[in-house]
């Protein structure tokens, strides 16, 4: 997919489509997703201490405009943010809701019609998945199913964890003013995943939770409102339209 406007790409209503993007391109390429940026995304690019984070930032904002783009038949740089006070971008007066998580070398966009959507990618990393960080965010029932777990399953089951919790709370735009401990999310590896919220239970049917398969070394969910939703994955590349996964 390059920087020029192609025809609309359909969003029916109930689908969600989950981009799975790399954040590596070629020097060309790179500068010509700095043209695409606002100035503020630009500064926030050069804030950055080491060049791989420059450009993944860049990249990844420049990928999230061409992408929201393909749906909206505008042309990339157009689009205009705004922000939730707790930082989540959004399209004033857009029917295209979306939401953008990137970790080391990959991202992911989900992308809905009208509807709150929270995605979360991580990258594994055994030296942070410790029972002490666990203890202090999870719900105790997530704590003790993470105990059950060989010591070579762990890290991955605490990341699934930590995405599935923070999908939910991205989807509802409160960040992490709302408690990890408050609500508690399945661990297993499997797609559709269970949400129990302590305080609020409606939220058990209000969202539907879902993990998302990304390639070995990540784990990545989504949180949508709504039932009755179908979930498409599009591999990124240069084309106009993607290489296509699943509809489930």
């Known amino acids: ?25 070629n020097a060309a390429t790179l500068a010509s997703y ?22 993944r930032f860049a990249i990844g904002r420049a990928r999230l405009r ?15 943010f705004s922000y939730t006070e707790h930082g989540k971008p959004y399209l004033s007066g857009s029917w295209l809701t979306f939401n ?44 003790r199913a993470l105990r059950s777990f060989p010591p070579e399953e762990l890290p991955a089951a605490f990341f699934r964890c930590w995405t599935r919790k923070e999908a939910y709370i991205k989807a509802r735009g409160e960040g992490l003013s709302m408690p990890l401990s408050d609500f508690e999310v399945s661990l297993e590896e499997k797609e ?6 302590y305080t609020e239970p409606e939220e058990g049917v209000r969202w539907r939770l879902r ?6 070394g990540y784990v990545a969910a989504v949180a949508v409102e709504g039932q009755n939703l179908t979930f498409e994955y599009i591999d990124w590349n240069d084309d106009a339209d993607g290489k296509r996964g699943s509809m489930l």
């Open 34 to 55: 700095h043209r695409l940026l606002a100035p503020e995304e630009s500064a926030r690019a050069a804030s950055f201490h080491f060049e791989i984070h420059r450009a």
């Open 192 to 197: 559709d995943l269970r949400l129990v919220h």
């Open 100 to 143: 953008l998580s990137h970790a080391h070398e990959m991202a992911v966009i989900g992308v809905a019609r009208s509807r709150a959507i929270g995605v979360d990618i991580e990258h594994i990393r055994a030296e942070l998945a410790g029972e002490e960080i666990a203890e202090r965010y999870f719900a105790s029932a997530e704590v």
């Open 66 to 80: 061409l992408v929201l783009a393909s749906y909206l038949g505008c042309e990339p740089a157009a689009l205009v």
């Open 1 to 25: 997919m390059g920087n020029a406007v192609h025809p609309v790409r359909e969003l029916p209503e109930g689908a969600v489509h989950i981009w799975r993007i790399p954040l590596a391109a």
């Open 211 to 216: 993990n998302v398969p990304v390639q070995k």
